[in-house]
């Protein structure tokens, strides 16, 4: 589990000129958050993730995500759960477990929605640790209305654009006045789980929480235009040539990631 200080919204590590711009902000007592979230407050109201995105956990990811080894999905939907767990004190006890969706045309090409698998592991799971929490899954609540570009190589503007009116709610009225858990594998800038969240509230949710396996690593605190890792990695067959040059350009040489 991430141990290092971060935004009390969206999750974020913290650097300590962030700490410290939060604290004279806010205040003593309030909770510390990131630039970001300060300057334009996301429509979830929290977003948690189980660890970062590096070494073991990117391997597992991937080879659920791109080998297609489903059974790494339970031991990943453990983990999940554990994320989910760490709002247990503070989310409704009631809520729709929706999986951030694939378009029609991503789910043919790889055959699953990994999110989707991720969120019926962590349930099974939570059952047995929270069964006081009544959490139900409702995969097909969220639309995902267009075939968006990957997200890797992209700057966070560029990701903002990228996911604007992607998605929409298929039946608004099963949403009205719900308290919604939106589920995916990775959080990178936050830009899908924002424009997912906000379909989701201008549907009529009460409100929207935010979970997932990974996080991005913050790579330089001081610029966030070149904080993240990539989702994907060089070379995979989903990513294209033109992206997967962008990437080498744009971000870290290090480890790299669709939040």
């Known amino acids: 589990m991430q141990s290092s200080l971060s935004c009390a919204r969206c999750g974020d590590t913290l650097s300590a000129p962030a700490l410290a711009l939060g604290s004279a902000q806010a205040g003593p007592s309030s909770a510390a958050l990131c630039r970001a979230c300060r300057q334009a407050p996301p429509p979830f109201v929290r977003a948690v993730a189980y660890g970062l995105y590096q070494d073991r956990m990117r391997a597992a990811i991937h080879a659920l995500k791109y080998d297609r080894l489903h059974p790494a999905a339970r031991e990943l ?39 989707r698998s991720l969120a019926v592991h962590a349930l099974a799971f939570l059952r047995k640790s929270h069964p006081e929490w009544r959490l139900t899954l409702a995969s097909s609540t969220l639309m995902r209305l267009r075939a968006t570009d990957s997200q890797a190589g992209l700057t966070p503007r560029m990701r903002r654009l990228n996911v604007r009116g992607a998605f929409s709610v298929s039946d608004p009225a099963a949403v009205a006045s719900r308290h919604i858990l939106l589920i995916d594998d990775i959080f990178t800038t936050g830009a899908t789980a924002r424009a997912a969240a906000q379909a989701l509230i201008r549907a009529g949710a009460a409100s929207v929480w935010v979970a997932t396996l990974a996080r991005a690593r913050l790579i330089n605190p001081f610029n966030r235009g070149s904080r993240l890792q990539q989702e994907d990695d060089p070379g995979l067959p989903e990513n294209p040539p033109a992206i997967a040059a962008q990437q080498r350009s744009i971000y870290s040489s290090q480890d790299q990631p669709s939040f």
């Open 77 to 115: 939907g453990r983990m999940l759960a554990e994320a989910i767990a760490q709002l247990a004190t503070e989310a409704p006890v009631e809520m729709l477990v929706v999986p951030v969706p694939l378009h029609r045309s991503k789910l043919n090409q790889r055959g699953f929605n990994q999110s």
